[in-house]
């Protein structure tokens, strides 16, 4: 069983959708929470760090951490044609991180 | 001007060269890290420095080495290129005094291996 488990997609919604992206761990020493952007062709950009179960909102993305069940999530409200990226989740132990392999998400006009 | 940069963005070479990646950062942290990025495969760590004296190998290290040259500069060899080592490369850096372990992100090095 990989450590980090992530739906490659791709995803495809309209333009306003709500999106929900998703990964499950095994490894329960995860501390820190993350979740990267990347754009074709660039560099994986921050977007959302957590470190505790819960939510944390910025703007129209909600990041949500359930430890208990080894579950994080990434909410898209109002989900725009700009949001058409592959979103990485990543989690931390002794300052290294795990990736899961990213879900490609695609938001028609 | 950006935070983390690579050298060259785009390399193609043969199999057999001994090849440079270089990075460099102007965000003053003192990690830094290699990864190889594979479609299906995700980003992987190669190799990772806490400071300039430190330098630990990550989950595929074969095949390669760094070097360390300043808190700025970190270096990914490839001594004897193979096909299969053509991939898209990130160089990223984060700062332990935040008390996070979030990384930050090069635009990457395209390598492709004949």
């Known amino acids: 069983q990989k450590e980090v488990e992530q739906d490659p997609g791709p995803l495809s919604v309209p333009e306003g959708a709500i999106v929900s992206l998703n990964c499950t761990y095994s490894?329960?020493?995860?501390?820190?929470f993350m979740w990267y952007r990347q754009y074709s062709r660039k560099g994986p950009e921050l977007l959302m760090y957590?470190?505790?179960?819960g939510n944390k909102e910025d703007g129209r993305f909600t990041a949500q951490v359930d430890k208990s069940s080894k579950y994080i999530s990434l909410f898209i409200r109002d989900s725009q044609p700009s949001d058409s990226a592959t979103y990485l989740c990543?989690?931390?132990?002794?300052?290294?991180?795990?990736f899961g392999k990213g879900t490609m998400l695609l938001v028609s006009p | 001007d950006a935070d983390v940069t690579q050298t060259p963005r785009n390399r193609i070479t043969k199999t057999g060269k001994r090849i440079m990646l270089e990075c460099s950062q102007t965000?003053?942290?003192?990690?830094m890290y290699w990864y190889r990025q594979d479609p299906g495969l995700g980003l992987r760590l190669i190799y990772y420095?806490?400071?300039?004296?430190?330098?630990n190998k990550g989950e595929i290290s074969d095949g390669y080495s760094v070097s360390r040259q300043a808190q700025a500069k970190f270096s990914l060899s490839l001594e004897s290129a193979i096909p299969n080592q053509t991939a898209l490369y990130f160089c990223?850096?984060?700062?332990?005094?935040?008390?996070?372990?979030?990384?930050?992100f090069g635009p990457g090095t395209r390598l492709l291996v004949l």
């Open positions: 990223a850096t984060s700062d332990p005094m935040t008390g996070r372990e979030t990384q930050y």
């Open positions: 490894n329960s020493a995860f501390q820190y």
């Open positions: 957590t470190y505790s179960s």
């Open positions: 990543a989690m931390s132990e002794r300052s290294t991180l795990t």
């Open positions: 965000k003053g942290h003192d990690r």
């Open positions: 420095s806490f400071d300039v004296k430190d330098i």
